[in-house]
């Protein structure tokens, strides 16, 4: 723990803020502290959402007059529940097929490569969008947890051939070493090479791969958003506009990629509505990168201390095997 400060400081903070938001019914208003129309003290109107920030509304409120501070609180959850479920399913499953793959199905690599390669040449985004538009473009009535659950599955699955290519290169890598082929000569099983050799490497670059995910689908979670492609997908209202038209998309989850994307347009005349937005998605990415830069640095150094570790194995059995032929009586 003491060598990883960083990254326990990280996730505490993420486990924080999703705590804090997961206890929003205690203390947060059922409407986010709603108010649309702004009074004088003879009770004249003299303004209308949107609202800078202020005391009252810390970070201004949006064109449906709610407040971003408590709106940002509640989506938390949403964001953070979705970011781990998505990272940990990509990792866990990528991973364990990678490692199948590997080692016990060598001859499928070349097939599942193939099959799979243009997913390295394809944006992620437009496969993401593609498989979403069913359920995100307009109100559809279907269940929120119904929507979100088909989105988590086709975040996984964008991802799911990239993080297999990598496990089996790795592996690969491995595979190569001197140490692996010189387990597998003196007759060590597959699962014995897995536990021995190739484990102690892939639990610490999977801790990796996890962080690196979670930056991943932050990032990607903000791109849909972009494109009104929200989380749990969108309100059946929508946002207010005195404009004609149909209403304009409004998350139905409050999660932060949708809060992006329904407001990106009004950006310039109202910035604080996005900016804030941005600052909790930076404060994710920042907490998030630190952990990873804490990990690559430790991986490199943990790498050369296990190669060290069997290095200085190897060359005490060498000098037991020496000292045992000294006393041997044909070399006397």
């Known amino acids: 723990m003491k060598n990883y ?21 205690l203390y947060g208003d059922e409407e986010y ?45 949403f964001t953070i529940a ?26 499928m690599k070349i097939y599942f490569k193939d099959f799979f390669l243009g997913f390295r040449y394809v944006p992620a985004l437009i496969i993401a969008l593609f498989l979403m538009f069913p359920v995100t473009y307009k109100y559809t009535g279907i269940p ?5 659950a088909y989105q988590i599955g086709v975040l996984i699955l964008v991802a799911f051939p990239a993080v297999v290519l990598l496990t089996i290169d790795f592996i690969e890598e491995l595979q190569s070493k001197s140490f692996v082929v010189s387990s597998y000569l003196m007759g060590g099983s597959r699962f014995h090479v897995l536990k021995k050799h190739i484990w102690p490497f892939l639990r610490t670059i999977g801790l990796l ?11 990607i979670m903000m791109h ?14 929508g946002i207010f506009s005195p404009d004609p038209g149909p209403p304009k998309p409004e998350t139905l989850s409050n999660e932060w990629g949708g809060l992006i994307g329904q407001n990106f ?12 937005t941005m600052f909790f998605f930076f404060f994710l990415i920042a907490v998030t990168n630190m952990m990873k830069k804490e990990l690559e640095g430790h991986l490199a150094y943990e790498s050369i201390d296990f190669i060290g570790k069997i ?10 095997k020496e000292e045992t032929l000294s006393i041997l009586p044909f070399n006397l």
Not at 55 to 69: A, C, S, V
Not at 144 to 148: D, R
């Open 5 to 25: 400060k960083k990254t326990f400081i990280g996730f505490a903070l993420i486990l924080f803020l999703f705590f804090v938001s997961l206890a929003y019914p």
């Open 224 to 237: 849909l958003g972009i494109f009104n492609v929200f989380l749990g997908g969108q309100t059946k209202g």
């Open 33 to 77: 502290n709603e108010e649309f129309f702004l009074y004088d003290e003879q009770g004249q109107v003299i303004g209308k959402a949107p609202t800078p920030p202020t005391f009252d509304h810390l970070l201004g409120t949006d064109r449906n007059g709610n407040d971003m501070m408590y709106i940002h609180l509640y989506g938390a959850k």
């Open 265 to 276: 347009k009004v950006m310039i005349q109202y910035p604080w509505i996005v900016l804030s």
């Open 209 to 219: 791969m996890i962080v690196q995910q979670m930056l991943s689908t932050i990032i």
């Open 82 to 107: 979705a970011t781990f479920v998505i990272t940990l399913f990509r990792v866990a499953t990528g991973v364990l097929t990678g490692i199948i793959i590997s080692i016990w199905m060598p001859r």
């Open 311 to 320: 290095k200085k194995k190897k060359e005490k059995k060498t000098l037991l």
């Open 144 to 148: 929120v947890w119904t929507a979100a």
